[in-house]
């Protein structure tokens, strides 16, 4: 990570869903609604605590080892030296391992989604991956055999596919296969538009078919 960038925890765990199974095992302890977590960082300078509250909310607090005071400093734009650029680092290495842990994804908001998403795990054992940082609400899921992709999952502004407006839908990419026809299937987003097709998650298409074309978008990739 750059040690000039800082990302505010709300922003942070932005679309994950805390596991509250998760928390105690991972070393937090129960005070009152709240779960809390502190480690010393800064080459033991600085104590940082991770606070998740009732809502599954976590913030953020750094405080000076001997004074107690708050420390601030790494959340300041601008602020530079070597001491700030190792407690931003020291930071939001913490928040990486709280967030792989003991939070999962929760970006996918439609029934559909979630559908399609735990039928590959519970069929196949193979689950959605996030391999983009810049692009947080894509998945892909792949065989575990072949490593192909056999759908793209993902949560965009409706105007990205052609449709009217800002307003996010969520979408799957599938391998094009035999009974894809119709304005149902569009034009893929972002992939080769003679193998894919999209389809827009909004109950147009239903379960039943979409595990069917689901299915058969992951035998085609071999």
Request: glycine share 8%; aromatic share 10%.
């Amino acid at each position: 990570m750059n040690e000039s960038e800082y990302i505010a925890p709300d922003n942070f765990f932005k679309r994950l869903k805390v596991d509250v199974r998760r928390l105690a095992p991972f070393g937090f302890e129960k005070k009152g609604a709240c779960w809390e977590y502190s480690e010393v960082i800064a080459g033991g300078a600085l104590v940082c605590r991770v606070t998740i509250d009732r809502r599954g909310a976590a913030s953020v607090n750094v405080t000076d080892v001997e004074t107690g005071d708050e420390y601030v400093q790494h959340r300041v734009a601008g602020a530079t030296g070597r001491f700030v650029g190792r407690t931003r680092r020291d930071v939001m290495a913490l928040m990486e391992r709280v967030a792989a842990e003991c939070f999962s994804r929760d970006v996918f908001k439609t029934e559909l989604a979630r559908g399609l998403i735990a039928h590959a795990e519970a069929q196949w054992d193979e689950k959605p991956e996030f391999l983009w940082k810049n692009f947080p609400d894509y998945a892909v899921l792949r065989r575990k055999d072949t490593d192909k992709w056999y759908a793209l999952v993902a949560r965009l502004p409706a105007d990205k596919i052609g449709r009217v407006g800002r307003d996010e839908v969520e979408i799957v990419n599938l391998r094009r296969t035999d009974g894809m026809d119709g304005p149902r299937f569009l034009p893929a987003y972002h992939m080769n538009k003679k193998t894919w097709t999209t389809i827009v998650l909004d109950g147009s298409t239903g379960k039943a078919e979409l595990l069917d074309h689901l299915a058969e978008s992951r035998r085609k990739a071999v």
